[in-house]
């Protein structure tokens, strides 16, 4: 049977670059366990070795970077055992790589080609060099399966553009992003190599001799291969709906009621994209989607605000930890992976059903610090 070993694999080449390559294509490197620790035990080894000089990771082939979480597993076990400790350890392992990740003491490049959602976003997101291409598909798309948009994407989306708006947008819809442009807009890449240009990019980072500066170095090579897209981001001409919509506290019903105004407008780039946002919303669960509001708003809100702990992903990370393992075990979670990744009948029985019925009282019990339920996440 195939191993972490076998699906993230490591090795450093004579000039320094240390390479981890996700290699499980039949699931698009869908990351469990197993394979988590193993990543983190490869960054853990690098960071202190004098012979490497920086860290790139990818996948094997360009249909993905990583998927995400490999949560079918996550939620066989919760259905066997409600108590399960794998749901602390797989949330422990995920969220303490991604810190890891942010603080790295090397340049950290992610070459995000194919499928780069959930927690595909954990692993390139807060690295420092975060290479996309015309093949990049970006989403967060975890209120579809009961659960929220977690991994720090709320930290990304805080420094969005519109002061936070256009990720509560990406966030609450779970809708994609597809252009190059628009992952450059949003801030989830960096530089833009086309896919046909990244073999040439990774054969020059493999034979580079490296400096006493290697950002530096990295930052000269990339320029080098990077390109201009050729369209002007969509969601920047969007920013002001986006904005009126997404933007300082507005609660999910109001949100869907100025959509519903936005899909009637003359104007088909934001009829489109209203319409498209309307329907990324009804696919989530009420319960999430309420969540998801409040938790991207107190993220916005603190930034800048340093004695807030939602302004560091530090913070960030401690605070999802509490979130994810009693979001975990409501019934929305096992309920939105039949749905969408068993049955796949796209027809949810969520709890409480509508919008209305969602008690905030029971969204604000979830960010109390976790007492007797668990240890805090330790990072």
């Known amino acids: ?221 990339l320029a080098k291969h990077s390109s201009t897209p050729e369209s002007e981001p969509r969601l920047k001409l969007l920013l002001p709906r986006i904005i009126s919509t997404f933007g300082a506290n507005k609660s999910v019903k109001e949100i869907m009621e100025e959509l519903e105004q936005h899909s009637q407008s003359a104007d088909t780039t934001v009829s489109q994209w209203a319409t498209e946002a309307l329907s990324g919303i009804k696919k989530g669960a009420p319960f999430s989607l309420v969540l998801t509001q409040k938790y991207f708003s107190k993220v916005a809100s603190a930034r800048g605000n340093h004695g807030n702990e939602l302004s560091k992903l530090n913070g960030v990370m401690k605070s999802e930890y509490r979130i994810a393992l009693r979001a975990s075990l409501r019934s929305d979670f096992a309920e939105g992976v039949r749905v969408v990744l068993v049955d796949k009948d796209q027809n949810p029985k969520w709890n409480p059903p509508s919008l209305e019925e969602v008690e905030t009282s029971e969204v604000e019990v979830l960010f109390e610090p976790l007492g007797s339920e668990a240890e805090e996440l330790c990072v």
């Not at 093949?135 to 798309?141: I, Y």
């Not at 990406?170 to 252009?179: A, K, V």
């Open 1 to 221: 049977m195939a191993s972490a070993d076998d699906f993230v694999k490591g090795s450093v080449l004579p000039n320094g670059v240390a390479v981890i390559t996700l290699d499980r294509p039949k699931a698009l490197n869908a990351m469990n366990l197993d394979m988590d620790l193993k990543y983190k035990s490869f960054l853990d080894e690098w960071e202190t070795d004098p012979n490497v000089k920086c860290v790139l990771v990818e996948g094997s082939s360009s249909r993905a970077f990583s998927a995400g979480m490999d949560i079918k597993g996550v939620v066989a076990e919760i259905q066997k055992n409600k108590n399960t400790p794998l749901v602390q350890k797989v949330f422990a392992a995920e969220y303490s790589l991604i810190c890891k990740i942010s603080e790295y003491k090397k340049p950290y490049i992610s070459f995000m080609d194919g499928v780069t959602m959930g927690f595909g976003i954990g692993l390139s997101g807060h690295g420092r060099y975060r290479i996309i291409t015309e093949k990049t598909l970006l989403a967060m798309p975890e209120n579809g399966i009961g659960l929220f948009p977690d991994v720090g994407f709320a930290y990304i989306a805080a420094q969005s553009p519109g002061e936070g708006s256009v990720g509560a947008y990406l966030g609450i819809t779970g809708n994609r992003i597809s252009t190059p442009a628009d992952a450059l807009y949003v801030g989830l890449g960096t530089h833009f190599v086309p896919s046909g240009n990244q073999g040439l990019l990774k054969e020059e980072l493999l034979s580079a001799t490296f400096s006493e500066d290697p950002h530096h170095d990295l930052q000269a090579i």
